[in-house]
């Protein structure tokens, strides 16, 4: 059985960006202060009772292929069973396909159906200004994104290369002016562009 991996962030953005993107400063400083920021907003929520750092990972299999998807879920409030995913305030739809499918693999792999929220964070002087965010107007349904990203991959396995998506990652990409994306993400959706 041949074996692969992918990370929730791959698979609710372009997998190629994903693999190909060059890593320059900007992305690096700009990943560093993201994380730091997490550290701080994640000790004061385990303060409060939330799991922090959750690790989900889920196994499929698809022509003698053992796939796993993993993550790790920022935060989860245990008492009002909900699933949170921290960002900044200028969130993105790739932000909400995110949690939409750690709270799919979430129920998976315990049978539990949590609610889904953000802690949108802002920066404010030295502090940072959180909002709790749980009354989305709009839910993904549950095994939305999940049954999303069994198509990726499907893509993914069949043709041994990881596929195109047009999404949010197509404004940072170098291909963009001559990229042929085989699926596209409309928000939540994900649409096939081409055979
Ligand atoms: S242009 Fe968009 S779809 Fe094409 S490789 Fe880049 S990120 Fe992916």
Redesign the pocket.
């Known amino acids: 059985m041949r074996e692969l991996e992918f990370t929730v962030w791959e698979l609710t953005?372009?997998?190629?960006?994903a693999k190909?993107?060059p890593v320059t400063k900007e992305g690096v400083i700009a990943f560093t202060v993201g994380a730091e920021r997490h550290k701080v907003i994640q000790e004061l929520l385990r303060r409060r009772g939330f799991i922090i750092e959750q690790a989900v990972n889920y196994y499929i299999t698809y022509k003698n292929t053992v796939v796993l998807i993993k993550g790790r879920i920022d935060a989860i409030d245990p008492v009002n069973k909900i699933i949170y995913e921290i960002k900044p305030a200028n969130l993105t739809m790739r932000g909400i396909r995110q949690l939409a499918l750690y709270r799919d693999l979430y129920y998976l792999d315990t049978k539990q159906v949590y609610d889904i929220g953000f802690i949108l964070y802002r920066k404010h002087g030295e502090t940072l200004r959180l909002s709790f965010i749980n009354n989305m107007l709009y839910k993904p349904r549950l095994l939305e994104m999940f049954n999303n990203v069994i198509e990726i991959i499907k893509h993914y396995i069949d043709r041994d290369e990881p596929?195109?998506?047009?999404?949010d990652?197509?404004?940072?990409?170098?291909?963009?002016?001559?990229?042929?994306?085989?699926?596209?993400y409309f928000g939540l959706n994900l649409v096939p562009l081409r055979k």
């Open positions: 953005g372009c997998p190629y960006f190909h993107k596929p195109r998506v047009s999404c990652d197509c404004k940072y990409c170098e291909l963009r002016s001559e990229c042929k994306p085989v699926l596209k």
